[in-house]
């Protein structure tokens, strides 16, 4: 078969499956309403990602993902169109700067943002809410040494969570290594220790430890049926740097592994009972899913959103060790590649997903418990706006990346996936909100 043919019988397949994604678009989008409250990443498009969102002491907070200036904070006190104001220093310091905010807590009545540099190191910085008068901005307090003290050894963090009175963070190594941490320091702002964190050992050099795993995607704390809490982290292949690798050192091997790792590793779930970790349920995953990208608990249930090539997932579990798979193949859209973020609102399980062809959505359970993709209903437009659907010219909002209850509203937080060297340059991130569900 001719190469061409074959590619537009493989595009043709996707887009077939795809069509059923959009059918009854229209029917099930239009009766959500959708306002946009910050758009062309809040006035500067190199906010390619508004990568974390947080109510804290009465104000809305969005991290974002900037690889020109650094980082960036805004806060609102209303979420409204045109009250967002920067809270930070582009990156956090000058002489370190960070590229991206990746999750953010609140925990021992302080905001605490984890960060991701290549470069520096992953960092954890904390604030108690204070506009300094001098500078307009922030006090904020660095909570950790570069890289937990390995600098650019240690990239980037992502999973946060607190079990046990216990601030924990899930990391990635330069080799490879998904890595936690706990905090052990006083939380007392002006008290704030670089130096009191531990990291635990013993998960990842269980023998068992699939080496293919590079990254913590979430830490949620959940309580299951029997009784018993646990620390539960889900565990993402290491995608991101194997394609840094083949695009820096092109060769046949590199080329090799990076299709291994695409189509032959799965992510998985592991979880912490305070001794000691267990990989949960190894066979849940085998076939299906290449990463666990973030975790949710609601209703009494464990729910965990996963990527795979023919559209992401989402499964669940309430006695914490037996997954049952609820929704599958994208949401019938293969292109909906990864469910990104869970969230729930108004007794009902929200998730948004990646999708770099249309454009993002958002999809909503019918009720408190799904059991089915039949159970969800679209209630967003493709790309949140709708209106660059298969446009070229145009960059969509392609990841639903985090989401947050503020005032009674639910704010989504999205992402415009670009290559920075791309000769059609991205939007900026945006955030949008809706009240009725």
């Keep these: 078969m001719r190469k061409d043919l074959f590619f537009i019988f493989i595009i043709t397949f996707f887009l077939s499956f795809n069509a059923n994604g959009l059918k009854n678009y229209d029917e099930q989008s239009l009766d959500f309403e959708w306002e946009q409250v910050v758009d062309f990443g809040f006035g500067d498009k190199d ?13 809305l907070y969005v991290g974002t993902r900037n690889v020109v200036d650094g980082c960036k904070i805004y806060r609102s006190e209303t979420g409204d169109l045109g009250t967002w104001f920067q809270v930070n220093l582009d990156g956090f310091s000058n002489e370190s700067k960070s590229e991206g905010i990746r999750n953010m807590i609140v925990y021992k009545d302080l905001l605490w943002v984890i960060t991701n540099s290549w470069e520096h190191g992953t960092q954890v910085w904390v604030t108690e809410g204070v506009i ?22 240690i990239l980037s963090s992502r999973g946060l969570g607190v079990f046990k009175d216990k601030l924990y963070v899930g990391s990635q190594s330069i080799d490879g290594h998904p890595l936690i941490f706990r905090y052990e320091g006083p939380s007392d702002f002006e008290d704030i220790c670089k130096d009191d964190w531990i990291l635990l050992k013993d998960w990842y050099e269980d023998p068992d430890y699939n080496p293919d795993l590079f990254l913590v995607g979430d830490i949620v704390n959940f309580t299951c049926k029997d009784g018993e809490s ?13 394609f840094r690798n083949l695009k820096t050192n092109f060769t046949i091997n590199n080329m090799i592994e990076t299709f291994r790792l695409l189509f032959f590793s799965k992510g998985e779930i592991w ?13 849940i995953f085998d076939k299906t899913s290449l990463m666990v990208c973030c975790l949710h608990v609601f209703n009494e249930t464990l729910y965990a959103g996963t990527a795979n090539w023919l559209g992401g997932e989402i499964w669940k579990t309430d006695d914490g060790n037996s997954f049952t798979r609820i929704s599958k193949r994208g949401f019938y859209s293969p292109f909906n590649f990864w469910v990104w973020k869970i969230h729930d609102y108004k007794g009902r399980l929200i998730a948004g997903t990646l999708n770099p062809v249309f454009g993002c959505d958002v999809w909503a359970s019918v009720d408190n418990s799904p059991s089915s993709t039949k159970d969800f209903i679209r209630i967003s437009k493709k790309g949140m706006d709708g209106k660059n659907i298969l446009n070229p010219f145009t960059r969509p909002q392609d990841g ?16 415009n996936w670009v290559d920075l060297n791309s000769f059609f340059k991205g939007t900026g991130c945006e955030v949008w909100r809706m009240e009725k569900i």
């Design 400 to 415: 639903a990346r985090c989401f947050e209850t503020f005032k009674g509203k639910m704010y989504l937080g999205t992402t």
């Design 132 to 153: 300094n008068k001098t500078t307009g901005l922030l006090n904020w307090r660095k909570a950790n040494l570069d890289g937990f003290g390995k600098g650019s050894e």
């Design 47 to 59: 906010n390619l990602h508004a990568w974390s969102i947080k109510e804290y002491k009465d104000f």
């Design 271 to 283: 979880r912490y009972n305070g001794t000691c970790w267990e990989k949960i349920d190894s066979k």
């Design 230 to 242: 646990y620390l539960y982290a889900s565990l993402i292949a290491g995608v991101t740097p194997i």
